[in-house]
């Protein structure tokens, strides 16, 4: 059974950073990309950050571009994501996923088979 966890989330302000970790069991951890997605209130899921197995693969939402860096550890069987440059706009509930999820365009919502309970993260202005 796939056990996701994340953590790390909390309350920061605008331009602050936060570094968000997802524990994984259950499953060939090392064998599978993983994607970060978020959700808002109101909102659809929208990924976030995606990686692949080796972390030669790695590619993210535009808004998080520069700001978001993406990482696994995978004989630790962790995901990470660091969070720079804070905005309010990144107010939401982070979840890890297994699978590589990805949109583009105006819709950058996807659909996923599991996650975990999720991070909170809240920016203030």
């Known amino acids: 059974e796939v056990q996701l966890v994340e953590s790390g989330g909390g309350l920061v302000q605008a331009g602050g950073s936060l570094r968000l970790s997802c524990t994984a069991s259950?499953?060939?951890?090392?064998?599978?990309?993983m994607t970060w997605v978020r959700q808002a209130p109101g909102k659809g899921l929208e990924w976030v950050s995606a990686?692949?197995?080796?972390?030669?693969?790695?590619d993210y939402v535009d808004s998080v571009k520069g700001r978001f860096i993406v990482s696994r550890d995978n004989a630790k069987y962790t995901l990470y994501l660091q969070m720079n440059s804070l905005k309010p706009e990144d107010t939401a509930v982070y979840y890890c996923?297994?699978?590589?999820?990805?949109?583009?365009?105006?819709?950058?919502?996807?659909?996923?088979?599991?996650r975990g309970q999720g991070t909170q993260v809240t920016v203030s202005t």
């Open positions: 990686i692949n197995s080796a972390s030669t693969t790695i």
């Open positions: 259950g499953f060939p951890f090392r064998d599978y990309a």
């Open positions: 996923t297994t699978g590589w999820h990805t949109a583009y365009g105006a819709d950058t919502t996807v659909v996923v088979d599991n």
